[in-house]
């Protein structure tokens, strides 16, 4: 399949419950990491599920504006394959040298813009439809979801642009009336606005699934440490509004990208490849039925223990979880119940112990981990 090893999907139709629903496909930031999306828009297809709504952040609003304006999958996976560092990024090497630390950015403008005008056209978002394209206004410090009702008689290509334009490396954009910047600053994921009016939200997190452990970050220099920094940021905003989610059901669907920089440009098939394998394996777990609101799927049986050797007594873990974690008379954190079921939001106090002395077991898979808990429950 142009070059890409997609296995076949069953003809059967798993999650048969979403095909005649109205859908909202949520495309989160990530910078190259989110050619996952192309794999995920893949499956979808060949799964029958085709959203009315899109909505995205950074990359995730090219990929959505593409796709909207019927950019065929086909011609975005060869546009990532061929996309290089060039094609991005050009040092503002003018702006530096005569404005200093008063210049907008580290790189300039045009490579994004044409970028994003190849595969968005020239028309007000009013007249694409069924896009909604996540940015900050960069001077009220507020986030602004282009394409919303009274929010659609901008240019496409300008608020793409602007969702793109992360601080410090591109500068910001006028859209409309507003000076606004990349959304991922506020709201990498924006579930809550793109769910309104929906039966069912599919969210893919490209940008902050499993943050890791970054080793000689200080020493790769500016953008590296900035877009560390910037991850983690991203992660701990997103925590709230998944663990508190009150919407339609959301199937959360995180790619196995993590391991790879924002920026890197040489892996857009194993991008593409894993956005494509996380959906096959996420839509597989639902279970027959409709799903309920304010839930958030797929959902899986686990088991947590902690390490008394390991636990050091911070109690840190308590105090991210005080209904799931307890200190008992020794001063060492234990579990109240052993088992539960959890969604991939589910979990994120685990990665947080210093010791790594909790551990989620797989019911499904029976495999050991001390990351946090939506990655036990994605390995396979």
Same mark, same amino acid.
């Given at each position: ?7 076949? $999907? ?6 048969? %419950?979403?095909? /005649? ?33 899109? $909505? ?9 504006? $593409? ?43 045009? /490579? ?8 968005? @056209? ?11 394209? +996540? ?10 979801? %282009? ?5 659609? +008689? ?12 992360? @601080? ?21 994921? /924006? ?13 893919? *997190?490209?940008?902050?699934? *499993? ?33 508190? %989610?009150?919407?339609? /059901? ?11 920089? %924002? ?58 979880? @005080? ?22 939001? *589910? ?6 112990? @210093? ?26």
């Amino acid at each position: 399949m142009h070059g890409l090893s997609f296995h076949l $999907a069953e003809e059967r139709l798993a999650a048969s %419950w979403l095909v /005649p629903q109205r859908v909202a496909l949520v495309l989160g930031g990530g910078g190259l990491k989110g050619f996952a999306h192309i794999g995920v828009m893949r499956a979808l297809e060949e799964r029958h599920i085709l959203p009315v709504r899109y $909505a995205g952040t950074s990359v995730g609003a090219l990929i959505a504006a $593409a796709r909207v304006a019927g950019v065929s999958l086909e011609e975005m996976e060869r546009r990532a394959i061929g996309c290089s560092k060039r094609d991005l990024f050009r040092l503002n090497r003018v702006g530096m040298l005569i404005e200093r630390s008063r210049t907008s950015s580290l790189y300039l403008e045009q /490579p994004l813009r044409e970028l994003v005008n190849a595969v968005t @056209p020239n028309v007000s978002l009013r007249d694409l439809g069924s896009l909604l394209v +996540n940015t900050v206004d960069l001077e009220r410090g507020t986030i602004v979801m %282009w394409g919303l009702p009274g929010l659609e +008689n901008v240019n496409a290509r300008d608020a793409v642009y602007a969702s793109c334009a992360l @601080p410090g490396f591109f500068p910001p954009a006028k859209v409309g009336e507003r000076v606004c910047v990349d959304g991922g600053t506020i709201d990498n994921l /924006p579930t809550a606005i793109a769910s309104l009016g929906m039966d069912a939200v599919i969210a893919v *997190d490209v940008g902050n699934t *499993d943050l890791g452990r970054a080793l000689d970050v200080t020493r790769r220099g500016f953008a590296a440490i900035y877009m560390r920094a910037a991850s983690v940021m991203m992660h701990a905003l997103q925590l709230n509004p998944l663990a508190t %989610w009150s919407g339609p /059901p959301m199937l959360l669907i995180r790619p196995r990208v993590g391991h790879r920089d %924002w920026f890197e440009f040489s892996h857009a098939e194993e991008m593409i490849q894993a956005g494509y394998d996380a959906t096959m394996s996420a839509l597989d777990e639902l279970v027959d039925g409709p799903l309920a609101r304010n839930l958030i799927y797929p959902r899986r049986r686990i088991r947590l223990s902690v390490n008394r050797e390991k636990c050091i007594g911070c109690g840190v873990c308590t105090a991210l979880a @005080p209904r799931i974690m307890k200190m008992d008379s020794h001063g060492k954190a234990y579990a109240s119940k052993a088992e539960h079921e959890w969604s991939p939001a *589910d979990g994120e106090f685990v990665g947080h112990c @210093p010791t790594e002395a909790i551990t989620v077991e797989s019911l499904t898979s029976r495999r050991l981990t001390t990351r946090p808990a939506e990655q036990a429950t994605v390995d396979r």
